[in-house]
């Protein structure tokens, strides 16, 4: 289970390659990685590399629908 989820920056803003840096605390491990184009990218460590009760598709899912949600408070 997602404990936390926290967007942390902004990378490359205003390009072709722009992406959200964010970190996501599941089961007490922190594990950070790239959103872009409703698409997860991890860091090392990953969290498929852990054994957790979240299945790495569902987490990649509920991170997608969390960014999303928190993106779409920008759009007018």
């Given at each position: 289970?997602?404990?936390?989820?926290?967007?942390?920056?902004?990378?490359?803003?205003?390009s072709?390659?722009?992406?959200?840096?964010?970190?996501?605390?599941?089961?007490?491990?922190?594990?950070?990685?790239?959103?872009?184009?409703?698409d997860?990218?991890?860091?090392?460590?990953?969290?498929?590399?852990?054994?957790?009760?979240?299945?790495?598709?569902?987490?990649?899912?509920?991170?997608?629908?969390?960014?999303?949600?928190?993106?779409?408070?920008?759009?007018?």
């Amino acid at each position: 289970m997602i404990q936390s989820l926290r967007i942390v920056e902004d990378v490359l803003e205003n390009s072709s390659h722009q992406r959200w840096h964010f970190e996501v605390i599941l089961d007490d491990k922190k594990y950070e990685g790239y959103y872009k184009d409703d698409d997860v990218d991890w860091f090392q460590m990953q969290p498929d590399q852990d054994n957790h009760a979240m299945p790495l598709e569902q987490l990649e899912e509920e991170v997608i629908r969390r960014i999303n949600e928190w993106l779409s408070t920008f759009q007018e």
